[in-house]
């Protein structure tokens, strides 16, 4: 690389300056000399000064040398990445003619940089950028500031070319340095993400589901057509509102408290709610949400897909009807089995009991050594067959649940259950526990029950805990074990091998107008739930 000429001359022009300086002391020291005649001491002084200078004038010679080769390097290093860095360099004149051009940006344009110096940049512009770049050019030249711009290149394949071009006034004020950056591959991408939403969007409005996408906070940032046409609503009055008032108002802090249980290991929830359509009609929806998460976990956005189950609905409401009538059904003939048990069979039983123990009583010489044995075994027998009739009987309709109340009946029954299990199990209640209707006394104890019975068959548990409370007006049953527990599925109440046992128990809660939830953790254990508002205590009878 040759050095600046002007840098250069400035250099020199410093070491004349010095160079005249010091000859100016020294013959201003000769003219003293002659006038004083000073002494030699005088004459040694001046000569080790003069080396000083001397050695100072070389010094800032060095430093100079120094300067210039630093300069150098960065000018090779300025010239390499203006010739063939990853972003091209052009400058241009007011009229856009090419005055000076890299190697990166001659070979972008395809041609060689002789035959760009001294063309118009615009003929490799596209027709359809012309006046985007004749504006960049206007603007360059009048502002003073960088202005930047995208425009389509000329090429002669049948791949467009996109550059980034940002300008901004040389200090001469007649030329403006251009960067050109190649955006084809960016600019692509961006037009297939566009092609494919625009794809999407089809496919989402073509859709007879509701489908939104909103934020945390519940603004809607999406609706399809099937949302709009539901709620008769455009999709600009929707988007950028929050999603409340589509729903009831009852529901809404149930849908939030659903919506927090959505996590990056979880991240659909199914949540059913009503909705007031656009005919003032109120419908049961079904929504899906589906969470979406930053990498920190974080909830970005939730799209929910919901369809109208209203129908579905009532049928379920007819069943739920006939599922309480099969319980109400289902109670009788466990009352009225138990109560023929009791009268018949377990009357028998006890009769037989007292002929075996007479006959033994009596039984002598050679026939009671033949009989006794057998007689003692039918003994036997017959008290375990009575103890299995009472067992049952119980288990059908126990006696102990109206006389004495929920608190005793849950007592007997896990004490039962433990030696028979065991399962170590407990009972625990407020001192206070009020007794109830015996429509809800009975919902409870088979509640408890059923839960027994699921622990038993499934849970792998060495304790089960039972507590019932009263606060408030709220009456609370739990049912806890520390066995293996499960993964609720998302579809179905029903975990895996548990058959009907939860279906049937969330039946009966909400026949008698409770609130059913089961908690699970796999490892730690499951927790049965219900809630009801209490009533006035009902007659033991």
Not at 71 to 91: C, H, K, M, Q, W
Request: one cysteine or more.
């Amino acid at each position: 690389m040759t050095p600046n000429k002007s840098d250069e001359g400035t250099r020199n022009t410093a070491a004349d300056q010095l160079r005249s300086n010091a000859e100016e002391q020294l013959l201003t020291m000769k003219k003293a000399r002659v006038k004083q005649s000073q002494s030699k001491w005088d004459s040694e002084r001046l000569r080790y000064e003069l080396e000083i200078h001397q050695c100072e004038l070389e010094m800032q010679n060095a430093e100079l040398v120094h300067a210039r080769d630093e300069t150098d390097i960065a000018l090779d290093r300025f010239t390499d990445l203006f010739e063939s860095g990853p972003v091209g360099f052009l400058i241009l004149n007011r009229e856009g003619v090419i005055k000076a051009v890299s190697i990166s940006s001659a070979s972008l344009l395809g041609k060689n940089r002789s035959e760009l110096v001294g063309r118009n940049f615009g003929t490799f512009v596209a027709n359809k950028s012309q006046q985007v770049f004749a504006d960049l050019l206007e603007k360059t030249f009048a502002d003073r500031d960088k202005i930047v711009c995208d425009v389509t290149l000329r090429t002669d394949g049948n791949t467009p070319i996109f550059v980034q071009l940002a300008a901004k006034v040389a200090a001469s004020g007649q030329e403006c340095n251009v960067a050109l950056i190649d955006i084809t591959d960016r600019k692509l991408a961006g037009e297939a993400l566009l092609l494919s939403e625009q794809n999407y969007h089809a496919v989402v409005d073509d859709q007879t589901e509701l489908i939104a996408r909103f934020l945390p906070d519940g603004t809607y940032t999406f609706v399809n057509k099937a949302h709009c046409r539901f709620f008769g609503k455009t999709e600009e009055e929707v988007v950028g509102k929050n999603w409340h008032p589509d729903v009831i108002s009852g529901d809404a802090l149930l849908i939030e408290e659903q919506l927090k249980v959505m996590s990056p290991e979880n991240p659909v929830v199914v949540i059913v709610n009503r909705a007031k359509s656009c005919t003032g009609e109120i419908s049961w929806m079904q929504f899906t949400n589906r969470g979406f998460f930053d990498g920190e976990g974080r909830l970005v956005e939730t799209q929910a897909v919901g369809r109208d189950i209203t129908e579905l609905k009532r049928v379920e409401e007819t069943l739920k009807e006939y599922s309480g009538r099969l319980i109400v059904l289902e109670e009788d003939l466990r009352e009225r089995i138990a109560a023929d048990l009791h009268d018949d069979i377990a009357q028998v039983l006890t009769a037989l009991g007292l002929n075996l123990a007479h006959v033994s009583n009596h039984l002598t010489g050679e026939s009671r050594e033949n009989l006794i044995r057998t007689v003692d075994d039918s003994c036997k027998l017959t008290k375990q067959l009575s103890r299995s009739v009472r067992n049952l009987m119980v288990e059908l309709h126990p006696q102990q649940l109206e006389e004495f109340g929920l608190v005793t009946a849950l007592r007997s029954h896990v004490e039962e259950y433990a030696n028979r299990t065991g399962i170590e199990a407990v009972v625990n209640s407020d001192l206070d526990f009020p007794r109830l209707s015996r429509q809800k006394e009975t919902a409870l104890f088979r509640i408890a029950q059923e839960a027994l019975q699921n622990i038993m068959k499934h849970a792998t548990a060495t304790k089960a805990t039972i507590i019932l409370s009263s606060s408030g007006g709220v009456i609370r049953l739990t049912v806890t074990d520390n066995g293996k527990g499960f993964v609720p599925k998302a579809a179905s109440p029903l975990p895996t091998g548990s058959g009907w046992g939860l279906t049937n128990m969330r039946e009966r809660a909400e026949l008698i107008g409770g609130r059913f939830r089961v908690h699970s953790v796999v490892g730690e254990g499951t927790t049965v739930e219900v809630e009801i508002i209490s009533t006035k205590v009902a007659a033991s009878s």
